[in-house]
């Protein structure tokens, strides 16, 4: 936790813009780390995909699809765009 003389710093420098960014690149690490901790509950059969909030588990799948795609080397660009 920064403490309140490190924050004032930071903003009086423009370092609030740089800990965001560094939030945001952090989130979608974040994100992935989610999936994985997802995938290997699923795979354990300690949760089922379906015990998940319907939009939840259509976010998953959708970036499930996605990622299954691009790792297809038959995958042209035009399927992209």
Do not use: C, H, W, Y
């Amino acid at each position: 936790m920064l403490d309140a003389e490190v924050l004032a710093f930071l903003r009086s420098n423009g370092g609030m813009e740089t800990l965001d960014l560094q939030l945001m690149a952090s989130d979608a690490t974040m994100v992935r780390v989610l999936e994985d901790l997802i995938d290997v509950l699923v795979a354990k059969n300690l949760i089922l995909i379906t015990e998940l909030p319907p939009q939840a588990r259509d976010k998953i799948l959708g970036r499930k699809q996605m990622r299954a795609q691009m790792a297809d080397p038959q995958l042209m660009v035009d399927d992209i765009l």
